[in-house]
T-cell receptor, first 116, second 114 residues
Framework: GAGVSQSPRYKVAKRGQDVALRCDPI?????LFWYQQALGQGPEFLTY????????KSGLPSDRFFAERPEGSVSTLKIQRTQQEDSAVYLC??????????????FGNGTRLTVT | GNSVTQMEGPVTLSEEAFLTINCTYT??????LFWYVQYPGEGLQLLLK?????DKGSNKGFEATYRKETTSFHLEKGSVQVSDSAVYFC?????????????FGPGTSLSVIP
């Protein structure tokens, strides 16, 4: 398919476990964003990549959260020592170029993380 | 900081009713404004956009006008259909030093009943 792909679609983790969430953006898309969406809320910005460079990680809620995009395509969001408050849907979005006026965000379906 | 406020849902309408979902924003400078829609089981997708004051964005029968004087971007549709049932997110985009950052409102759930 030509869309943004995220895996797994659902993840259940015991408190204290580490998790890794994967995002495959649309091929050739320069910009990649991660958002966190709590139940009944809008997406909250976590971090932004332009190719392989992480230009903004100001939204990461703690140092347990880490994101990478080593080759400028696939990205992984890692959460260490998960806590119950980490339960949310994690959304990945990509855009062709920097400059959202002519290059809208394309979202994946998200990964729903439940920490028990 | 920048923020977006939307009317609380859920909103339930009968088919062919008129829809308004209110959205107001707080931002420095001149942000671009968007409406995104999330259909059940699907990812968010762009519905419409406007980039400057008095611009009107439109798509699929939905419209929204960028009102700088009232800092608003209300979504309207003259006659809703069951297929419009979804969650609608108002969003703004402000340019950071090196990229565009999108900030979303909390979303408004719409259910349209036959």
């Amino acid at each position: 398919g030509a869309g943004v792909s995220q895996s797994p679609r659902y993840k259940v983790a015991k408190r204290g476990q580490d998790v890794a969430l994967r995002c495959d953006p649309i091929s050739g898309h320069v910009s990649l964003f991660w958002y966190q969406q709590a139940l009944g809320q809008g997406p909250e910005f976590l971090t932004y990549f332009q190719n392989e460079a992480q230009l903004d990680k100001s939204g990461l809620p703690s140092d347990r959260f880490f994101a990478e995009r080593p080759e400028g395509s696939v990205s992984t969001l890692k959460i260490q020592r998960t806590q119950q408050e980490d339960s949310a849907v994690y959304l990945c979005a990509s855009s062709l170029v920097q400059g959202l006026y002519n290059s809208p965000l394309h979202f994946g379906n998200g990964t729903r993380l439940t920490v028990t | 900081g920048n923020s977006v406020t939307q009317m609380e849902g859920p909103v339930t309408l009968s088919e062919e009713a008129f829809l308004t979902i209110n959205c107001t924003y707080t931002a420095t400078g001149y942000p671009s404004l968007f409406w995104y829609v999330q259909y059940p089981g699907e990812g968010l997708q762009l519905l419409l956009k406007a980039t400057k004051a008095d611009d009107k964005g439109s798509n699929k029968g939905f419209e929204a006008t960028y009102r700088k004087e009232t800092t608003s971007f209300h979504l309207e549709k003259g006659s809703v259909q069951v297929s419009d049932s979804a969650v609608y997110f108002c969003a703004l985009c402000s340019f950071k030093t090196s990229y565009d950052k999108v900030i979303f409102g909390p979303g408004t759930s719409l259910s349209v009943i036959p």
